[in-house]
């Protein structure tokens, strides 16, 4: 009697005291490479957002859809792929680098390399033309 | 450079820029061209509308040009498609098969016995997985796949009457 | 009758507008003084309609009048008052309306504080601001007007957008244009002084209280904005590199630059032109962010309902301004002299190298943002360029930049020499290395990255140290007194620079060691996420003004000892029928509790999610303490020298 009050009270103890909570996933190590990779892929029905952060009923059919290649056992890589052959680089956050994509990459090296080198050049220019004067400089 | 001519270096990227811009203004952002165009239509085998004994797969078809029109009860836009979509199934032009995206059968039933059916039969995809390897993003969306099982095109959103006289009909009327 | 006369008030303000343009450049090209007051008073009788305008349209939505069909679609009975007053912005034609408006306040503001401005030049700034007026006024009136009627009148209106319906929303968008277009009072001395040849140090000066304040205005709204979204999205991110985004942020870019290389061309009458393209560039990449959101030629995430009709206006009046404006720098550029000689290594040279990176970052920006439009104008496909891009190629342009901020402050107008600088600063330097390296290790997760972030911040915090120091260090009397009586100018700089290093701070601690979880919680269950227990008391039904929500109660606890109470709310907003997370946070100096209700998961269940974001108030509070540097450096007292002679120009 004893003992099956024990069993009803311990089946019952979640109720009453509370139980630790439960990740959504069931693994932790899938969920968070499932986070890393869906914050790279781009929602295509929303306007802009990631696929991590978008709950549209299609972004969260892809979630499921690569939590089970990630259980399949498949690379990263494999799985962008694989969402690439569906949707085109669109679904891509981070483009790919290819001949239409290598402005984009290199762009801002290309920026900043010729924002400094003009002003190097100007500098220099400039101070040929003008003449070195001596009044004493002042702090700010 | 002449020493003047630099000078004009901010003007002329503007005005690259603005090029840019206007072509720009005729483009939709939200439109995502396929990459499935000219490969072959992903294979899958689905149970039909209205007949769960029966099964569909693109394979059935193989030999025979043909659409097929990705559709929900819940899309409005679908709607809008619909009677031209009849007008299509009336004139017999070319087989229309409907990928019901899910959806549960009666409420895809239901919008087919009120509005009328043009398709020559409908595979439903109720979880939505044929739908991933299809690409689909949007419903309503159309393939157009020809004989040898080949995407040849795709259109995204409801099927206008201009989309079916200049584009899919020339084509449809080419592949066969 | 109100919506009517606002109507009509905007016609007399286009009318008077054209009357300000046409009057002060009339009156500089033939220095009539009349023709010139003429042009201020129609500046000031702009506002007055503009304002006008603006009230009437702000009576509508007070009064509910869903005959008006701007308000109909952006508001309902039940919203509450300051949502409906909000909700004035909360649309395409609105927000153009409060552009307008925030235009004409700027208008009239440079006409109150510009007496001491020679009149000429004056009259052509004015005429300038009133061509831009113009333009925007046209717009609204034909082709996005808020005052068209609905006939018949609709019985409610269709709410504003649930996500609209918060604080953020009042606050945000004025103080975004306040800064947005502010710019516009740079751009009108830039071309006033292209106009009149006289690029000059005391122009500098003016042009920069002018900038001063409107960057202000723009960095406290772009961090208002980033707030609102950490809280609102309920997925606590803060920055997304939206096209929206980017567009507030290029002008920030380029207005920080402006601001460094004004003072350049005040202290030491250089680089005017590079000065003056700035002044150009930095509100026309405001002007090219409202045409971006407005459009449709981008995708986002804020854009509005959008028009390629409206597209083809903005971008024919973009052509217009800028193209005007970069046609007569090509024509007037030449002319200009070239100012004070200084060395390859100097305070000059190094300002000048940070320009040269935040403007190259803009550039890069801009690249990314447009990036997808231009490939898809040339028919090369279709790609996506989002967070990912923009953090690998964002971090290590500002690096340098941030670098040469620390050295920046030490090096003297002119010349200076570098091994003297590395004997001032390698104390700060070895400092700043070795915590940015151990302090991770200490903290329990050590990557490169958030060593390198850790590196920048420490690196500005001791620079700014050992500049006080070697300053306070001449001084007599208390320390206090001697920072209190440290140059306006100087401590602004400081309290700006910390203000970096305090985001770089936040940024790089909630980067790293930011903790998420995502559970599964029925009432009753307690999670543990970092060193918090997070107790899922209960769940109850609340109704609001315009929705209905369940409101969960979290406790929080920390070795047993209470910490806070949360209550994550998931709203229906009963309109539109659209589901609202309304995230609870408790923010803290080191640590933000953050807690946002997910879907039901099954009868009792829901999803859960808690971050711990560390630092994460820092972002915000660093946006603050720039924006109050600003300030601080406005009341410099060279600034402020102005102000007499404007009284004195008032007696005369």
């Known amino acids: 009697m004893m003992k099956k009050l024990m069993v009803i009270l311990l089946l019952l103890s979640p109720l009453l005291v509370g139980a630790e909570a439960r990740p959504l996933g069931d693994d932790p190590a899938i969920e968070a490479r499932l986070k890393s990779l869906s914050q790279e892929l781009r929602c295509l029905v929303c306007q802009n957002q990631t696929l991590a952060d978008s709950s549209a009923p299609l972004a969260e059919d892809l979630r499921r859809e690569i939590r089970e290649l990630i259980t399949k056992g498949m690379t990263d890589k494999e799985i962008t792929d694989y969402l690439v052959a569906r949707y085109g680089d669109f679904v891509r956050y981070r483009p790919p680098m290819k001949p239409q994509t290598a402005l984009l990459w290199v762009g801002p090296g290309l920026l900043l390399l010729a924002g400094l080198g003009g002003l190097w050049f100007t500098l220099r220019k400039r101070n040929a033309q003008l003449p070195d004067d001596n009044e004493e400089g002042e702090e700010a | 450079m002449k020493g003047s001519m630099k000078f004009l270096l901010p003007l002329a990227i503007f005005l690259i820029l603005v090029g840019f811009f206007a072509a720009g203004l005729k483009l939709d952002p939200r439109e995502v061209p396929s990459p499935l165009i000219n490969k072959p239509a992903p294979a899958f085998r689905l149970p039909q509308l209205g007949a769960a004994d029966k099964t569909f797969s693109p394979e059935d078809m193989r030999g025979q040009v043909w659409l097929l029109n990705v559709w929900a009860s819940w899309c409005s836009a679908c709607r809008e498609e619909h009677p031209l979509l009849m007008e299509m199934s009336r004139q017999n032009a ?36 044929v739908g991933i390897d299809y690409g689909v993003y949007g419903v309503p969306e159309t393939y157009v796949i020809d004989k040898a099982g080949v995407i040849r095109y795709k259109q995204i959103g409801p099927i206008t009457e201009e989309a079916l006289r200049d584009k899919i009909m020339p084509l449809v009327k080419g592949l066969q | 009758m109100i919506p009517e006369l606002g109507q009509f008030a905007l016609i007399l303000a286009l009318l008077l507008a054209a009357a300000q343009s046409v009057f002060s450049f009339t009156g500089a090209a033939r220095h009539n003084e009349i023709w010139m007051t003429a042009g201020v008073s129609s500046a000031r009788g702009q506002f007055f309609f503009t304002g006008m305008a603006f009230l009437c349209l702000g009576y509508a939505f007070y009064a509910n009048d869903f005959s008006v069909l701007y308000v109909a679609s952006n508001s309902n009975s039940a919203l509450p008052l300051q949502y409906r007053l909000a909700a004035i912005w909360g649309g395409h034609e609105g927000s153009m309306l409060l552009w307008t408006t925030t235009l ?46 609905l006939i018949p009148a609709a019985m409610d209106g269709r709410d504003l957008n649930p996500l609209l319906q918060d604080p953020g929303m009042v606050f945000h968008p004025p103080v975004l244009y306040m800064g947005y277009v502010g710019f516009s009072v740079a751009f009108g001395f830039a071309i006033a002084a292209l106009l009149g040849g006289e690029l000059s140090p005391e122009w500098a000066r003016w042009t920069r209280t002018w900038t001063t304040v409107a960057w202000m205005f723009l960095t406290v709204g772009i961090a208002f904005g980033s707030k609102w979204a950490y809280y609102e999205l309920g997925w606590g991110g803060w920055w997304f590199w939206d096209a929206v985004e980017n567009a507030s942020f290029m002008p920030w870019l380029v207005g920080t630059a402006l601001i460094h290389s004004l003072a350049v061309t005040e ?87 940070n320009n040269v990176i935040m403007v190259a970052a803009a550039g890069a920006v801009m690249l990314g943002t447009l990036y997808p439009l231009f490939l898809d104008a040339l028919g090369m496909g279709k790609i996506s360029v989002g967070p990912p891009y923009f953090d690998t190629v964002f971090v290590p342009l500002m690096m340098p930049a941030i670098f040469l901020m620390g050295l920046a402050i030490f090096a003297r107008w002119k010349n200076t020499e570098l091994p003297a600088l590395a004997i001032r600063l390698k104390w700060a330097f070895a400092v700043s290395v070795v915590t940015a390296l151990i302090l991770p290790l200490v903290m329990g997760k050590w990557t490169p990255l958030i060593s390198l972030g850790l590196l920048m911040a420490l690196w500005i915090l001791t620079t700014a140290v050992v500049s006080l120091r070697e300053r306070l260090l001449k001084r007599q009397g208390s320390w206090l007194t001697a920072l209190i009586n440290l140059p ?80 994550p709310e998931k709203r229906m907003y009963t309109v539109q029928t659209m589901p609202m997370t309304e995230a609870a946070i408790e923010p803290g100096l080191v640590n933000d509790l953050y807690v946002s209700l997910g879907e039901p998961v099954s009868n009792q269940a829901w999803a859960v999610r808690i971050y711990i974001k560390p630092f994460v108030q820092w972002i915000w509070a660093g946006c603050l303490m720039m924006a109050a540097g600003g300030f601080l450096a406005l009341l410099d007292p060279r600034y402020r020298r102005r102000n007499k002679d404007q009284q004195e120009g008032e007696k005369a």
């Open chain 2, 94 to 129: 070319v087989p229309l098969i409907g990928l019901d995206y899910k959806d549960t059968d009666a409420d895809a039933n239901g919008v087919l016995t009120q509005a009328g059916n043009p398709y020559k039969l409908v595979a439903t995809d109720a979880d939505g997985r």
């Open chain 3, 488 to 567: 306006r100018a100087y401590q602004g700089m400081i309290v700006a620079h910390l203000g970096v290093a305090a985001f770089i701070t936040g940024v790089t601690m909630v980067k790293g060691y930011e903790v998420e979880q995502d559970l599964r919680m029925s009432p009753g269950d307690t999670a543990q996420v970092g060193s918090y227990q997070f107790r899922f008391d209960s769940i109850h039904d609340e109704p609001g003004p315009n929705y209905t929500a369940a409101r969960a109660h979290f406790s929080v606890t920390r070795n047993g000892n209470p910490v806070t109470v949360l209550e």
């Open chain 3, 104 to 149: 004409a306040l700027w208008t009239v503001a440079v006409t109150v504080f510009s007496r001491h401005l020679p009149a000429v030049f004056r009259a052509r700034l004015l005429g300038t601001m009133g061509l831009i007026s113009i333009g925007f006024l046209a717009f609204i009136l034909f082709s996005s007007n808020p005052f068209d009627r």
């Open chain 3, 267 to 353: 202290k030491r009458d250089a680089f005017k032109l590079w000065t003056v393209l700035l002044a150009i560039f930095a509100f026309s990449l405001s002007l090219l962010g409202t045409f971006l959101v407005r459009s449709g030629v981008l995708t986002s995430v804020h854009a509005f309902a959008t028009d390629p009709k409206r597209g083809l206006f903005i971008l024919a009046f973009l052509a217009l301004v800028i193209g005007g404006a970069l046609t007569l720098f090509a024509l007037r550029a030449p002319r200009v002299g070239l100012g004070g000689r200084f060395g390859m290594v100097s305070r000059e040279s190094f300002l000048l190298t």
